[in-house]
């Protein structure tokens, strides 16, 4: 396993972060705990999670199923990098949700119960809260530091603006701030290149991307649909009818490089400035295991050349849209 810093900070995580949303509503508890296993094994250090995380079995579910792990002792708590998030309304009632220093104080205590920490790692604004002024957000955040609850703090989805108010905000607090930004980024969607990416490599965060293989389409999805082995439905199809040319051709040229196509999308992110770690969320210890093999492959400069020219990105702004 590799590993490098998160962001600016001295934290060293592994180069793919263990996603755990389908644990609970896709995977079992047993089965969840295998996957687990399994990647520190591999070496993974760095598991994500949030405290929406259940779907039908309940928000917080997948938080409890990470704490009856840890529960089982062996150094998994101690040898697991953990990171969560909160933004999203665990109930109807008022301050249940967002970021406010109300929330972030009991949301903070709900998710240390159900993981069964002392302290979480890196605790991620899953959202930004246009309601909330910063000084109120690192207030809590810095009260929560010095309390030894969390060490870092991150965010997700937010808009390069956002990260450069948020830094601007924790200077001049004498703070630390963000250290990592969890962005949608991947071979079809580079939209953050516009400016997210340029924001963090400004301010010193580093990437996490989510949906590394935009929900399989990246992995593979046109051969398993001609073998019979997948078929698509909704949005996921409508994706795939739009960009099928494209895809089509990101098929052929892995199978021309020797690699399986989800090795190689997961290959691209590590090849990306400012990029840590992708988030990779098995569903099965196959799945995990085929995420690990793209740790193994090495894109020269002419395959990466050719993988822009199948999926275009986007320049730095202004540069993409003006002169």
Partial sequence: MEYTHLGRSGLSVSRLCLGTMNFGPQTTE??????????????????????????????????????????????????????????????????EGKLSALNIRRAL?????????????LYQFHHVDRDTPWDEIWQAMETAVAQGKILYAGSS??????IATAQAEAR?????????????YNLLTRDIELEVIPSALGNGLGIIPWSPLHGGLLGGVVRKER????????????????HREAIESYEDFAEELGHEPGD???????????????????????QLDAAVRALDVTL?????????????GRKTAPEDYAW
Avoid at 41 to 65: H, K, M, P, Q, S
Avoid at 157 to 162: L, Q
């Fill in 30 to 95: 047993s089965d969840s705990f295998a996957i687990m296993d399994s990647a520190q094994e591999y070496g993974i250090n760095f598991f994500d999670t949030a405290n929406v995380y259940g779907g039908e079995l309940g928000r917080g579910t997948t938080e409890t199923i990470l704490g009856n792990w840890f529960e089982q002792g062996n150094g998994r708590r101690e040898h697991t990098v953990l990171a969560t998030k909160l933004y999203g309304d665990m109930t109807q009632w008022p301050n």
């Fill in 109 to 121: 205590d709900a998710s240390l119960s159900r993981l069964k920490a002392d302290y979480i790692d």
């Fill in 157 to 162: 989805n937010f808009a390069g603006w956002h």
């Fill in 172 to 184: 001049r607090r004498n703070f630390t701030g963000l250290v990592s930004e969890q962005s949608i």
């Fill in 227 to 242: 073998d019979g082995k997948r078929r698509l439905e909704g949005r996921a199809a409508e994706t795939l009818e739009t």
């Fill in 264 to 286: 190689v999308g997961l290959a691209w992110l590590l090849h990306q400035p400012a990029v840590t770690a992708p988030i990779v969320g098995p569903r099965t210890m196959d």
């Fill in 300 to 312: 020269d400069a002419d395959a990466l050349t050719r993988l822009d020219e199948i999926f275009p």
